[in-house]
């Protein structure tokens, strides 16, 4: 079966339209990934100079700040609070073993039981208190971590690890948008006319 002159024509109109066609595609679509590319380096650009130092700057300023006040309070806390009222605890319990240690000593000499001096106990207690306490704060003091290192801590690290995640997924979804897929648009191949 043969075509007529006039269906060749419209054909060959039809087929140089498409190559128009796709033409403009692939310089629209090289165009498209041409700002796509400068997207993200004005991106990384923005990041680089704006993101990441306002999280450093809201980091040192705000969550250092806090977390400082917090280990602070703690360390003020155990020191100011904890510390003496174990060592008031220690010294009380240190203080009644001697007297029932003196009282055992007393009947097994033969000296008979009576009630241990208040004021020695007293006097124990009040020693062994301060000895306890003294020996609990030396511990602690031992405890204390090393000095402040300088430079970003894990906060920052992770701060900017999650700019740099968000900027990647950013320049992934563009790329996937703005990308050539060849089996969506129409071959590459230039479109041969029909026989006749």
Same mark, same amino acid.
């Given at each position: 079966?043969?075509?007529? $002159?006039?269906?060749?024509?419209?054909l060959?109109?039809?087929?140089?339209?498409?190559?128009k066609?796709?033409? !403009?595609?692939?310089?629209?679509?090289?165009?498209a990934?041409?700002?796509a590319?400068e997207?993200? @380096?004005?991106?990384g650009?923005? !990041? @680089?100079?704006?993101?990441v130092?306002?999280v450093?700057?809201?980091?040192?300023?705000?969550v250092?700040?806090a977390?400082?006040r917090?280990? @602070?309070?703690?360390?003020?806390?155990?020191?100011?609070?904890?510390?003496? /009222?174990?060592g008031?605890?220690?010294?009380s319990?240190? !203080?009644?073993?001697d007297a029932?240690?003196?009282t $055992?000593?007393?009947? /097994?000499?033969?000296?008979g039981? +009576?009630?241990p001096?208040? @004021?020695?106990?007293?006097?124990?207690?009040?020693?062994?208190?301060?000895?306890a306490?003294?020996?609990?704060?030396?511990?602690?003091?031992?405890? +204390?971590p090393?000095?402040?290192?300088?430079?970003?801590?894990v906060?920052?690290?992770?701060?900017?690890?999650?700019g740099?995640?968000?900027a990647?997924?950013?320049?992934?979804?563009?790329w996937?948008?703005?990308?050539a897929?060849?089996?969506?648009?129409?071959?590459?191949?230039?479109l041969?006319?029909?026989?006749?």
């Amino acid at each position: 079966m043969s075509l007529s $002159r006039k269906r060749k024509k419209e054909l060959r109109k039809l087929q140089d339209s498409a190559t128009k066609l796709w033409e !403009s595609q692939q310089v629209l679509v090289g165009e498209a990934a041409g700002m796509a590319r400068e997207a993200g @380096r004005q991106l990384g650009n923005y !990041s @680089r100079e704006q993101v990441v130092p306002t999280v450093q700057h809201t980091y040192t300023d705000r969550v250092l700040p806090a977390v400082d006040r917090g280990v @602070r309070a703690g360390r003020h806390a155990l020191d100011h609070k904890v510390v003496p /009222a174990v060592g008031t605890v220690v010294g009380s319990a240190l !203080s009644v073993w001697d007297a029932a240690n003196d009282t $055992r000593a007393r009947i /097994a000499s033969g000296k008979g039981f +009576e009630f241990p001096d208040t @004021r020695k106990v007293g006097k124990n207690a009040d020693k062994y208190r301060k000895q306890a306490t003294k020996a609990i704060a030396k511990r602690l003091a031992a405890l +204390e971590p090393a000095p402040k290192k300088s430079g970003p801590g894990v906060g920052g690290v992770i701060a900017i690890v999650f700019g740099v995640l968000a900027a990647a997924g950013v320049l992934y979804a563009a790329w996937q948008t703005l990308r050539a897929d060849d089996e969506l648009w129409v071959a590459d191949d230039p479109l041969a006319a029909p026989d006749a």
